[in-house]
């Protein structure tokens, strides 16, 4: 019950999700209470307010160190992942990179590891707007990954709405390979 000339005041906590977007708009409704103006059937409106909802977004960004390799030279990948998002990361990112057969692995960097062929690197949350982590993976061709490689990683986590699973925010590079001719 509200006293004439007096306000009430609800807060509704609310957490958006992806399907959110990059805004939301919102109404709030009131009828009845005896208000003649807004009877039930034909509630008053609030004007609507749109809220900017701000999140991560990472882009993923692969390269090789050279426009080729050459079997049995040590060469190496680079993975770039950038918060091009409003707001920092909010949980920790994960980028997977599955080494094709033919590259032998060298050692990883620091926030690295891998098993058999498979590369996970991991970024701790909090990576701010317009921020950029870079890991370089050692790799040596060998004969067997002629006459290229075509080479996809990938970036999950972070809170982006949009990197929730493996597939989401990619980037492939396609090497080809010379032999060694020394």
Same mark, same amino acid.
């Given at each position: 019950?509200?006293?004439?000339?007096?306000?009430?005041?609800?807060? /509704?906590?609310?957490?958006?999700?992806? *399907?959110?977007?990059?805004?939301?708009?919102?109404?709030?409704?009131?009828? +009845?209470? &005896?208000?003649?103006?807004?009877?039930?059937?034909?509630?008053?409106?609030? =004007?609507?307010?749109?809220?900017?909802?701000?999140?991560?977004?990472?882009? /993923?960004?692969?390269?090789?160190?050279?426009?080729?390799?050459?079997? +049995?030279?040590?060469?190496?990948?680079?993975?770039?992942?950038?918060?091009?998002?409003?707001? #920092?990361?909010?949980?920790?990112?994960? /980028?997977?990179?599955?080494?094709?057969? +033919?590259?032998?692995?060298?050692?990883?960097?620091? +926030?690295? $590891?891998?098993?058999?062929?498979?590369?996970?690197?991991?970024?701790?949350?909090?990576?701010?707007?317009? #921020?950029? $982590?870079?890991?370089? /993976?050692?790799?040596?061709?060998?004969?067997?990954?002629?006459?290229?490689?075509?080479?996809?990683?990938?970036?999950?986590? &972070?809170?982006?709405? *949009?990197?929730? *699973?493996? &597939?989401?925010?990619?980037?492939?590079?396609?090497? =080809?390979?010379?032999?060694?001719?020394?």
């Amino acid at each position: 019950n509200v006293s004439p000339n007096n306000t009430a005041v609800f807060t /509704i906590n609310v957490t958006p999700t992806a *399907a959110a977007g990059s805004s939301v708009t919102n109404t709030a409704h009131v009828g +009845g209470g &005896g208000d003649p103006s807004c009877p039930t059937a034909t509630p008053c409106d609030s =004007p609507p307010v749109t809220t900017t909802i701000n999140a991560p977004k990472l882009t /993923i960004l692969k390269t090789a160190s050279a426009g080729s390799f050459i079997v +049995g030279q040590a060469a190496s990948y680079t993975l770039k992942v950038t918060n091009t998002g409003t707001t #920092a990361t909010t949980a920790v990112s994960t /980028i997977t990179d599955v080494i094709p057969a +033919g590259l032998t692995l060298g050692t990883m960097p620091a +926030g690295c $590891t891998n098993t058999l062929q498979t590369v996970t690197c991991t970024i701790a949350s909090g990576l701010a707007v317009g #921020a950029s $982590t870079s890991f370089i /993976i050692p790799v040596t061709p060998t004969a067997a990954a002629q006459p290229s490689v075509t080479n996809t990683a990938s970036v999950v986590g &972070g809170g982006d709405p *949009a990197c929730v *699973a493996a &597939g989401d925010c990619d980037s492939t590079v396609t090497t =080809p390979l010379a032999a060694n001719v020394s």
